[in-house]
């Protein structure tokens, strides 16, 4: 089962930034398109932004634009997400997830059923 690795997650104030990253160890990201989710207590899980396998494109759901920043970096075979002016309602798990697909497919790529391999997902907690 392919797997990835989510890191950087952690306890930040109101209006502060961290930066996730993204791993395979046993597959390369480089040939699929990667996106970010989360899921906050009590709600269903949501997309975030999806990255193509180049990075030569990316969205974001409406809601993410402005202050969520998705990028790549495949000789380092990761993806990063940089969250800024983090809000108290941004605390969440944040999940990882890679398609069997090089493209992110527009909407499609913000819907989980269309992603094949999936971290375990770090704890971001943004406090007041």
């Known amino acids: 089962q392919l797997q990835l690795v989510e890191s950087g997650g952690g306890l930040v104030k109101y209006g502060g930034s961290l930066r996730l990253s993204c791993t395979a160890s046993?597959?390369?990201?480089?040939?699929?398109?990667v996106g970010w989710f989360r899921q906050a207590p009590g709600k269903e899980r949501e997309g975030i932004s999806c990255i193509n396998s180049s990075g030569g494109a990316a969205n974001y759901a409406e809601s993410m634009v402005g202050r969520f920043t998705i990028r790549r970096d495949n000789a380092k075979n990761t993806v990063y997400l940089q969250m800024d002016s983090l809000e108290l309602e941004d605390t969440a798990v944040y999940y990882c997830?890679?398609?069997?697909?090089?493209?992110?497919?527009?909407?499609?790529?913000?819907?989980?059923?269309?992603?094949?391999?999936w971290g375990q997902g770090t704890q971001v907690t943004v406090s007041s």
């Open positions: 997830a890679a398609r069997s697909v090089t493209q992110c497919s527009g909407i499609y790529g913000l819907q989980e059923n269309t992603y094949s391999a």
């Open positions: 046993s597959f390369s990201l480089g040939d699929r398109a």
